[in-house]
């Protein structure tokens, strides 16, 4: 969409600013020539203001918006992006014409209209994984990177499935209010990449402490969303070996000692012990989790993979967890304890890296 085409759908949206506001931010309300709400996704406050009135141009412009809770700003088409979770700025176009009831430059234009427009999807569902996974930015320089740093991780090669959401919903339960917290974001897939399911961790804003390790000062500061049996969190691409275990910060722990080996975190011991295996794979490390639930998902899993012919290796942390070790214990204390626990065809070939 060229530029100019967008200032002018801008523009038109500016003048039934109150129109576009009540549609797509129905959350807040009129207060004299300004829509109050709580952010440009819809959520019920009244830290974002939006004018109702005031020259084409310029930044008392009709349209424009500002929220001093986050500092974002923007015009109607931002609105229209983040209120239907719209990445492409063609669906945003689209949409807009569709309020507008501009005509459109396809040819079919209802059906164009229809494929544009957002439908609601089940929540929890994998479509609305995809949907949270596609409104998420990279971790790079952002509350996410600052979490897994703090927590002793610095190896974050080859993290695509990792981003960051500023301002993630959180529902303590049916009954409670919708809180926005940061969230780090993961993209749960199958074995050929297909994204199935979301997993979120909300984070505290304030930082690292040891009492939350970073994480929201919320009842259930981690849960998953989609089709997740069988699938997985996945760091590289498996071949013929792969380590697998259940969270995403003990497999990122101990891939800071074994930085080339292809890691999986399945989230939960349950699901640990279901994951598919690679067509490719002949050699299974099982870093498990030191407590009664880890060590079933363990017996498991080596059942499974024996039954596949495929080789199970398990690698112990010497605290709760590798995040634990890596933290309390130093880099130099979990890369010589898991050195000794892979096998030696394995070590120059994954952990060189490290050295």
């Not at 544009?116 to 929540?123: D, F, H, M, N, T």
């Not at 275990?245 to 939960?268: D, K, N």
């Not at 598919?276 to 030191?290: G, N, Q, S």
Request: net charge neutral; with cysteine; glycine share 8%.
């Amino acid at each position: 969409m060229a530029r100019d085409s967008a200032s002018e759908l801008a523009r038109r949206l500016a003048r039934d600013a109150e129109a576009v506001c009540r549609h797509y931010l129905s959350n807040g309300r009129r207060q004299g020539r300004y829509w109050m709400v709580g952010d440009v996704r819809n959520t019920p406050g009244r830290s974002m203001f939006v004018r109702l009135s005031g020259p084409d141009a310029g930044p008392g412009a009709a349209g424009h918006w500002r929220d001093a809770a986050s500092a974002e700003h923007g015009d109607l088409l931002d609105v229209i992006r983040e209120s239907c979770g719209f990445v492409d700025f063609r669906d945003v176009a689209n949409e807009a014409r569709c309020f507008l009831s501009l005509p459109r430059p396809e040819p079919e234009l209802e059906q164009s209209r229809l494929r544009s427009r957002k439908s609601p999807v089940p929540a929890g569902s994998p479509e609305a994984a995809r949907r949270l996974f596609g409104m998420s930015q990279s971790i790079a320089g952002t509350l996410v990177e600052a979490y897994l740093r703090n927590r002793g991780i610095t190896a974050l090669h080859e993290t695509g499935s990792l981003r960051f959401h500023p301002r993630c919903y959180y529902r303590p339960d049916d009954h409670g209010a919708t809180e926005t917290w940061p969230a780090m974001i993961a993209a749960v897939t199958d074995l050929s990449g297909h994204l199935t399911g979301a997993h979120r961790t909300w984070l505290d804003p304030d930082g690292f402490s040891e009492t939350t390790l970073g994480k929201a000062r919320i009842d259930m500061p981690k849960r998953a969303m989609g089709d997740l049996l069988g699938h997985a969190v996945r760091f590289g691409v498996a071949g013929d070996v792969m380590a697998a275990g259940e969270g995403i910060e003990t497999m990122l722990s101990l891939r800071s000692v074994v930085p080339t080996m292809p890691m999986v975190a399945a989230l939960s011991a349950a699901h640990l012990s279901a994951i598919l295996f690679p067509v490719t794979l002949r050699r299974l490390y099982i870093a498990r989790d030191d407590d009664p639930a880890g060590d079933g998902a363990m017996a498991t899993l080596i059942d499974r993979a024996q039954k596949a012919g495929i080789e199970a290796i398990v690698i112990s942390p010497r605290l709760g967890d590798f995040n634990e070790d890596l933290r309390l214990l130093g880099f130099d204390a979990l890369r010589a304890a898991s050195r000794v626990q892979i096998a030696a065809r394995d070590v120059a070939r994954f952990m060189e890296l490290a050295a």
